[in-house]
């Protein structure tokens, strides 16, 4: 093993959104999120979300005291975001929120009667889940529905009518609603402070397969209002939306970026091996994915996406924050894919390049929240949930369809979109993302620092200024790097990672490796190269568990372990030059109280039996690919 290099990180600061950095490095770490919808989004609002809009949204993120949508209380995010997307759903964006208020132009819609059902339908559901025997008061003369009413997707699903052939024209609210939502970004945009970045989500789910994207663009009021966003109702395919995306940048002067997210319930879809019309990939379909969608989303409040211990059954920390339930209705069995997680499909890339083609899944990671409450809430002991209604522990037990339907929790309090940008602009953020220069942490602000290159030497990691060294000599994550010269060995990894200033200590480092065997089988290994504490690897080359201080009946725990920060130079120790090889860091926080803890302490009830008292929070670099 090569040097392991473990310090003590003096200087953290005791608050704000971003670990203190000397001005020099030309970048610096900056926090948000980019997928979080508000009332304007049809889910949200049906899920008792009625009155957390956009502003409402930008100004939680600043750290502004607001009111929560469903219990009223006054509620504040516990460190503000640097940056934020409001994403509501492109389909029939602001319409139901439009008819809550009266607009009277949509009630001469040829299906109001129609929209009325279907909404009324969807809020007695809601009122199931929650266990209530309410609804929303304006659907109130629709009562009773019977819950078997209820098709797969009322608005997406290619089984049902799509919302403009029940209802008519609804694309003068939706373009009402975009400029709304492009005042309130206006209105909160900072450059320096804050960002504000406009974007929506496409909200394709065919068969019951979530592939949603999240398109975001660094462009203000000038280019936006020459267009409408683009929905799944428009198209269920992704080049579609890809060549929308082509067509509007050429004409409007546009720049756009689309954000795959969730893709753990994806039916293995998000990642295959064809197009979602089964066709072969053609070289031209991957050089427009990847121009497209630079980033993936690894890990949101509907659970992580990293990989699934099925399919990484030597990985002791797979499966974390798992959601196992599909979006439609009926009792369908999960079943993880290949093509539903980030870790074998970035396996899955290299197997398609090694066998003559192109690598379509060369993409980096940041996390979000996708929370539906107008409220971007990722802390443990802050969590508001992913509805509204589920943001008291009352409702989260479970509701009418237990066992096939998530409930609160079930909901990870997840995540974050950490980006090393040269400036907290929305150019700065955008090109960040563009060039893959970010990471994702399942909420802690774990600030996490990763280059590769063939010649840096153990002490860099000691070193004040270890990014200008890494820059200099390497390439940050989200890169790619050649092979190397004769007589310069293996490939080397210069890390550091320090805790969230506010949050647990750390556990470990590890690097993860991917590479193809001679077989065409994808392989992956796991590397413990920094730690806390005086432990030593086991026979069987296994880091001992750092410890738990979690403190079931206070939900609370100590730092007395772990360490504030880990940096290491980690030479592979495998490395073939012959291989292409994809690296990526995962670092681990020491157990902390999940959000159903604090819950079960609040209510005085045991810990719900099904999830986990402590969690090991992380943090995933976005990798960097070797080719030979």
Known sequence: MNKLIQTTLAGL????????????????????????????????????????????????????????PYNRARV??????????????????????????GNEQLGELSGWDELKRWAAIAAIRVARWAGHSWSTAIFKDQLPLRL??????????PGNPPMTTVLGDIAPQVSASWKEEIDA?????DPGNFTALLGWEWSSIPAGANLHRVVITPN??????????YGSDQSQYPEDLWAWLEATASSTGSQFLAIPHNSNISKGYMFAETTLRGEPMTAEYIKTRKFWEPVVEMTQIKGDSETHPSLSPEDPFAGFEPFEFY???????????VGDFVRPALGRGLQMAQRGGANPFQFGVIGSTDAHTGLSSAEEDNFWGKMAYDSIPENKGGGALEGTRASGWDMAAAGMAAVWATENTRQGIFDALKRREVYATTGPRIALRLFAGWNFAPTDAESPD??????????????EIAGPAAGEGGIKLLISAMKDPKGANLDRVQVIKGWVDADGASREKIFDVAWSGERLPLPDGSLPPVGNTVDEARASYSDTIGAAQLAAVWEDPEFDPLRSAFYY???????????????????KIPPPKQYPTAIQERAYSSPIWYTP
């Open 585 to 603: 860091v995962r670092v681990l926080q020491i157990p902390t109280p999940r959000h159903s803890l604090y819950d079960a302490v609040a209510l």
């Open 148 to 157: 078997d009413d209820w098709g797969s997707n009322p608005v997406l699903d």
């Open 220 to 229: 203000g009021r000038a280019e936006a209002s020459q267009y409408r966003p």
């Open 466 to 479: 270890l990014a200008n060294l890494g820059y200099a000599a390497g390439v940050p994550m989200g890169g």
């Open 13 to 68: 600061i005791a608050a704000g959104s971003a670990i203190a950095q000397p001005s020099t490095e030309p970048t610096r770490l900056y926090w948000g999120d980019t997928h979080l919808h508000t009332s304007y989004s049809f889910d949200a609002f049906l899920n008792l979300n009625e009155s957390a809009d956009p502003d409402t949204a930008y100004r939680w993120a600043k750290g502004l005291p607001v009111i929560h």
């Open 185 to 189: 970004a206006e209105a909160n945009n």
């Open 327 to 337: 979006l439609q209705q009926e009792r369908e069995p999960y079943r993880a894919a």
């Open 76 to 101: 504040r995010i516990g460190t503000p975001l640097d940056f934020l997307v409001v994403s509501d759903h492109a389909e029939a964006m602001g319409v139901l929120r439009a008819i809550a208020n």
